[in-house]
């Protein structure tokens, strides 16, 4: 039996998948604004370092609450309002953040931003895995990573130039005001009917069976190292450019939205070809993985980069280590829904980035009481640099073959939805008798 879950046009597809490129570039834009903003926030309203990675790690608080949420959400009840409502939310956050006086508004306005963007991630994972076959996945996912790269490259440096010209608050008043428009979009063009139905996996596997498998532990952990290095940069770098590298404010708006684009061509690099590599036969598992792997090994560079003296050696290190994280998110993702399926991938996306979150907001706080406590970034790049190794030894020796994990039935059946093809077939045919995942199952996804 045939499942049609790819009914809409190509061309609706691509229309879909373009409004989640722009929500994400959004998304990122708007939380790396308070990043770009610290300097001249913290000068205007006297905080200390400890508060404002306080402030910088308080998004985290509120999206890692409300990511397993947003995750059932999109599973149970689709991504069209679960998406909007969430958007909308995270905007009006924004534009209130430009009237904050005080240390305790500014935390209020980043928790209700964290809780509005936790929709995000979960929405993407589910449209993917629901309308591209887990050998095209690659792609798909390049293009959503790369405009959560493109994002806050723009933030970087648009921000950084606003914040020159009209100063903080009126960078707050733009962003959240431009960015409603997307909304009229998104109600226009999203999928309606996007969750798939069969009869043997009505409702998916629970959080508490996918918890159960060695493939998920192994993402949240290796997720979760690369997390706390992301986000180390993307809410400290600035401050790091400006006090340790003395560069001007124009000059930090550059160098920190430069890497960032680096990111998104490396990203959209490796997803183009990691399905080219799929289709024509080598396995997910090597491709994938192999990517993974060499994008956290390559994050290590952060600690070379503390170490020089030379600016222009250390702004070739930092753009060395966004290609690597370029190659990292290129298939993290992809990963993650060929493992979880169509029927889960919304709900081990919300763990998955709940474990991110908790290791995103312990970064900028560490980093604040470090630089605090000794006056110096060396600490907080070699922490980064040793759990970057712990991610790849996760992602190589943690998570298994890259193929569907064998989920418990719902219902007493013979057969079993596949989602790669689509289709039900019987366990037996999947290599799935004993209820185990193998190798030579994988083929092209």
Known sequence: MRLALITKPDSRKSLILVLLVLSIAINYVDRTSLSIAAPSVSTELSLSPTQMGVLLSSFFWSYASFMILAGWLADSYGVR???GIGFLVWSLATLATGFATSFGML???RLMLGMGESAAFPSYSKVIATEF?????????ALIDAGSKIGPGLGMLVGGFLLA???WRMLFFILGVSSL???VLWFKWSPRNETPRSKNYEHGPGILEILGKRDALGTFIGNGCMSYAANFLLTWLPSYLIDKRHLSLNMTAIWSAVPFAVAAATSLAAGYLSDRWITGGITPTRVRKGIAIAGLLGMTLMLPLVMVE???VAIALLIGVYIANGLFSSNYWAITQTLAGPYAAGKWTGLQNTSN???ALIAPLMTGIIVSKTGSYFLAFLSCAVLAVIGAASYAFIVGPIVPVAWKRSRANTERFDPISFSEVAP???GEAGGGKTEGSEGVG
Do not use: C, E, I, K
Request: charged share 10%; aromatic share 14%.
């Open 81 to 83: 309002w679960v998406l």
């Open 165 to 167: 010209a009209h100063g």
């Open 133 to 141: 076959p887990s050998h095209l996945r690659g792609f798909p996912n």
């Open 310 to 312: 030379n600016l222009r």
């Open 428 to 430: 037996a045919s999947r």
């Open 107 to 109: 935390l209020g306005f």
């Open 357 to 359: 979150s908790v290791t």
């Open 181 to 183: 428009g997307w909304l």
